[in-house]
Structure formats: structure tokens, C-alpha cells
């Protein structure tokens, strides 16, 4: 059996280098590459990569398109996110992009190879402190695109948020978007709802039910 070819793509040196040389250690699975950019990465994964380690976030870009992007190039590459974040949105919009397993960093030795080891044979694996929120929000009614049938999934989705309270920073960090794609979002909604302002977009959206 040919050894997994593992590219590790982390925009933190301590932590990169330190998965490196964990990874060096075990049997059947070999480092081929490495990248601290999103930018990097689609230049240094090939086809000759069996799974990638994924940053959530890369000082110029995020994991989950940079995900998108490699899967679509390569449909048989394995992506395995490594990540300090632990909600289930950033779990789903990695799944949706094509990531095959999700780790938050602080995930033991043992976790990591057994989670590399799982995506390569095209396995689904999460961490179980995600593994339960993901389910509850899996489950949750969707009532968010019948309340507002004229938005979008994901303005539905940006709306609900903001009727939470949170601002577009905190959007952008849940639902793993850039700021100017969140304020594009918000405007849309805005446009579409003949609202003036953020504060009426929270009114009309917590008499929809949103935002609790």
C-alpha cells in the first residue's frame, strides 16, 4: 500500500511546522507539501495529493473557497479542515464546499491520524464538539427562507443574524465570508425587504420570527 500523500495548509508557522513533524512520525503517510496562503495552496496541491490539512482561515482568504476550488480541480482529493472554530456553521459551509472531515486544533495525535486516515478512504469525520450542534441545526424548521420567500437561502441565513444582533465582523467570521460579501448581502436584503436602515431589517425580521 502506497503511502498518503498529506499537504498541510496553515497560515500559523508554530502550528504547521508542528503538524509536520507529528505527521512525519507515523507509518504510511508522507508530507508533499506545504502552504501558509490560500494563495500558495492552489499553486503547491496537485494531483498528486491524497488529503489536504485546511486552515478555516488564511491571512489572504478562507479554507472553505480555497476547499471549493481544489475539489473542483481535483474530485478525488480529500480535505480534512483543522480549525480553532467550533460552530456548526463553519462546519457546514465546509461540508458544502467538499471538505470530508473537520478537527478543531485542539484534537489529540491519535484524532488526527485517525481522521486523515478516515478522509483518504472518503470517510466522514467531525469532531464531537461540533458533531451536536451541526445536528441541531440540521434539524432546526426552516422557517428562515418561508418567512422572507423573496431572499435568498443565504440572505435568509445573513438576516437572521442580524436580527441576533450580530454585526457584519461577527457575520463574516460564522458563516466564513469576506466583510465586502457580507455588506453586499445586507444591502441585498435591505433592497429587497423596501427597508431604509439595519434597524428596521431587525424589526421586520423579529416579527418574522427570526433572530431568537
Known sequence: MSAIAVAV????????LGMVALLSTLDDIEVVAQASSAAEALEVVDGGVHVVLMDLELGDGSGVEVTRVLRSRFPGLRILMVTMHEDEESLIASIRAGAGGYLVKGAGPDEVERGIRAVANGE????????????????APPHRVTAFPELTERECEILDLVARGCDNASISRRLVLSPKTVRNHVSNVLSKLGLPDRSAAIVRAREAGLGV
Do not use: E, G, W
Open 9 to 16: 495548509v496553515d497560515d500559523h508557522p508554530v502550528f504547521r
Open 124 to 139: 466522514l469525520i467531525v469532531s464531537a464538539a461540533v458533531a451536536a450542534k451541526a445536528m441541531t441545526a440540521v434539524s
